[in-house]
């Protein structure tokens, strides 16, 4: 067990945010997670996984505890169905095209979401029309305070729209060790009515997709839209889609006719952020070393050196001003640190 210091987080988060931890470890298994966790010396701890969806404002004084567990197994299967399960430090995307070389079926439309596989239940990942919870069946988590393990049902972590138990009552209590997914063998259930996909299969002249070919479509639709972290800091999707009130958003349509608008009950009514950040003025407005990207207004980018602090005042001015414009308050989606 080998904790280092003073080292420099850029590499270890999607934003490429140059702070400073303290303390730093990178932990490869259970036993060691435990053992970290019992040293009198660090009583506060940093819990950094894929870097994906979070906001680094500052230098972080606590011990930062880097889940770098891996692996990837069958737990059971029958004719139809396959238990896979996922170690935390799994890459996310790689998981995906993982199953997709045995033709598992379920998680194709969340192809190139960012991040790595133990922090996928916090925030209940999605992307067109799938969640995590649609093939989610549990995740093991240790127990910071009492150092067990403890498994979380489907049922247990309430799953909702980019929440989880994880995020509101447990937060900060448990670190996911690993998850396990029900994925289809045959008969794939395939997701190509939202958002672009269907066009896109049209586009490459696809008419009986398969799972491969969702996961193909996504991929370049999300590469048309999105940075490459690698290139140009970002953490994906900045803020969520408010849900406001059918009776809002007519009265929102009288003013913007041409306002999108999804159904997600009889009564609320889910608005693209982007458009509304948009509509706001500010997609491709860049601020020096920072600004919202081009192609997408969701998305807030680090072309250079930006601080965190710069790009969570950016974030608060696109929040007033959609507020100010649309009276819809936007909620950001990343953790801010």
Same mark, same amino acid.
């Given at each position: 067990m080998h904790i280092k210091h003073n080292i420099y987080l850029k590499p270890?988060? #999607?934003?490429?945010?140059?702070?400073?931890a303290k303390h730093f470890i990178s932990i490869e298994n259970i036993e060691e997670l435990k053992q970290v966790l019992l040293l009198d010396k660090y009583q506060d701890i940093f819990i950094l996984g894929g870097g994906s969806n979070m906001l680094l404002t500052k230098d972080i004084e606590a011990l930062v505890v880097h889940v770098n567990l891996k692996g990837i197994s069958i737990i059971s299967e029958d004719e139809n169905h396959v238990i896979v399960q996922a170690n935390?430090?799994?890459n996310w995307h790689e998981f995906v095209l993982w199953c997709l070389e045995k033709d598992f079926g379920g998680l194709e439309n969340m192809?190139? @979401?960012?991040g790595n596989v133990g922090t996928a239940p916090i925030q209940n990942i999605g992307a067109y029309g799938v969640e995590l919870k649609d093939s989610f069946v549990s995740c093991n988590a240790l127990n910071i305070a009492t150092k067990t393990i403890k498994t979380f049902t489907k049922e247990d972590c309430n799953f909702d729209y980019r929440n989880s138990v994880f995020k509101q009552e447990e937060k900060g209590k448990y670190i996911i060790c690993n998850v396990t997914?029900?994925?289809?063998?045959?008969?794939?259930?395939?997701? #190509?009515?939202?958002?672009? @996909?269907?066009?896109?299969?049209?586009?490459?002249n696809i008419t009986q997709p398969t799972i491969q070919d969702v996961s193909n479509a996504v991929i370049q639709i999300r590469q048309s839209k999105l940075p490459d972290p690698k290139k140009i800091g970002n953490s994906g999707s900045f803020f969520k889609n408010p849900v406001i009130t059918k009776e809002a958003y007519l009265k929102l349509k009288e003013n913007f006719q041409d306002v999108p608008g999804y159904s997600v009950s009889e009564t609320e009514i889910k608005v693209p952020a982007g458009w509304l950040i948009e509509k706001a003025g500010f997609k491709?407005?860049?601020?020096?070393?920072?600004?919202?990207h081009k192609a997408q207004a969701l998305v807030l980018v680090n072309y250079g050196n930006a601080k965190g602090s710069d790009i969570l005042?950016?974030?608060?001015?696109?929040?007033? #001003?959609?507020?100010?414009?649309?009276?819809?308050s936007i909620e950001a989606e990343v953790n801010i640190l």
């Open positions: 270890f988060n #999607t934003f490429g945010i140059d702070v400073l935390a430090g799994e192809s190139l @979401i960012p997914f029900k994925l289809s063998k045959k008969n794939h259930n395939l997701h #190509t009515s939202y958002g672009s @996909i269907s066009d896109q299969l049209a586009e490459m491709g407005k860049q601020f020096g070393n920072y600004g919202v005042e950016l974030s608060k001015l696109i929040q007033n #001003t959609v507020k100010h414009i649309f009276n819809i």
